[in-house]
């Protein structure tokens, strides 16, 4: 059964999903960030903007992923790290198919209960 909350952060440190979708702040702002999480099979996915959840929820909605190398050219200027991008830093695990489908099916019951949530406040 996945488990999904919500929890306020003092920073929202390094994010998997890097920048996207993330709100744009000063720097002098100090006001705690609001995180939702999503566990399920054994892993915790964290995420700081709903546009986050989608782009992970359209990602584990396929069934086969095209190839994630990246060409020469790009890796000519940088380390491996720098060019990782956030879905190949998620347990291998996750992507098989009963595993998948669990992940989806949590996922889009955090997607709901946010956008509820989102349609509450407006």
């Given at each position: 059964m996945a488990a999904v909350s919500k929890r306020l952060v003092e920073h929202s440190g390094l994010a998997l999903m890097g920048n996207l979708g993330?709100?744009?702040?000063?720097?002098h702002d100090f006001r705690?960030?609001?995180v939702w999480e999503v566990k399920v099979c054994s892993f915790t996915f964290t995420f700081t903007s709903i546009d986050q959840l989608n782009a992970c929820l359209d990602y584990y909605?396929?069934?086969i992923h095209p190839s994630?190398?990246?060409?020469?050219?790009?890796m000519a200027?940088?380390?491996h790290?720098?060019?990782q991008r956030w879905f190949e830093r998620l347990p291998m695990y996750l992507l098989e198919?009963?595993?998948?489908r669990k992940v989806v099916q949590a996922l889009t019951s955090a997607r709901k209960k946010w956008q509820g949530e989102l349609s509450e406040r407006n």
């Amino acid at each position: 059964m996945a488990a999904v909350s919500k929890r306020l952060v003092e920073h929202s440190g390094l994010a998997l999903m890097g920048n996207l979708g993330r709100e744009v702040r000063s720097e002098h702002d100090f006001r705690p960030y609001e995180v939702w999480e999503v566990k399920v099979c054994s892993f915790t996915f964290t995420f700081t903007s709903i546009d986050q959840l989608n782009a992970c929820l359209d990602y584990y909605g396929q069934k086969i992923h095209p190839s994630s190398m990246l060409p020469a050219a790009q890796m000519a200027s940088a380390d491996h790290w720098e060019l990782q991008r956030w879905f190949e830093r998620l347990p291998m695990y996750l992507l098989e198919e009963p595993k998948r489908r669990k992940v989806v099916q949590a996922l889009t019951s955090a997607r709901k209960k946010w956008q509820g949530e989102l349609s509450e406040r407006n």
